[in-house]
C-alpha cells in the first residue's frame, strides 16, 4: 500500500461518490410511498443517513482518522440494511425505480466497502 491509500483523507475522498450514491438511494426510499407500510425496510434509508452523517462532525473538524473509523464502525448496518432491502424490496415493488435502487446499493455497498477496507462485502 503506498502512503496515500492509508491516508485517511485520501480514503475518504475515494469514499465520498458512494457515500452521494447511498444519500439519493437513502432519499428515494425515505420518500417512497411504497415503503411507508413497512417499517422494516423504513430502516434502510435511516440507516443509511446514520451511517453518512456519523463522519460529518470529524470530517468538519478535519479530523479523517476519527471520520474514517465512524463510518466503518457504521459499515455492519449499511451492510444489513441493503442485505434488508435486496431481500425485501419485491414485495414492496418490483417498479423499475425499485429495481435500480436494490442494483445501486447493492453495488454503493460493495464498492464503498472496498474503499474503507472492510471485509464481507457480500
Known amino acids: ?4 491509500s492509508d491516508d ?15 444519500w439519493m438511494i437513502r432519499t428515494f426510499l425515505k420518500h417512497a410511498e411504497e415503503v411507508q407500510d413497512h ?3 423504513l430502516e434502510v434509508p435511516r ?10 462532525p470529524s ?3 478535519g479530523d479523517y ?5 465512524k463510518l466503518r464502525g457504521k459499515f455492519p448496518k449499511v451492510e444489513a440494511a441493503r442485505d434488508l432491502y ?7 415493488s418490483d ?13 454503493a455497498v460493495k464498492a464503498l466497502g472496498e474503499i474503507i477496507s472492510v471485509k464481507g462485502t457480500g
Open 95 to 107: 417498479h423499475t425505480n425499485h429495481q435500480m435502487a436494490a442494483l445501486s446499493l447493492d453495488a
Open 65 to 69: 482518522t476519527r471520520a474514517l473509523h
Open 47 to 56: 440507516a443509511l443517513f446514520d451511517a453518512i452523517r456519523a463522519a460529518e
Open 1 to 4: 500500500m503506498t502512503a496515500e
Open 39 to 41: 417499517d422494516d425496510v
Open 86 to 92: 435486496l431481500a425485501r424490496y419485491r414485495e414492496i
Open 8 to 22: 485517511p483523507k485520501a480514503i475518504l475522498d475515494r469514499a465520498a461518490p458512494q457515500l452521494a450514491h447511498l
Open 59 to 61: 470530517m468538519e473538524a
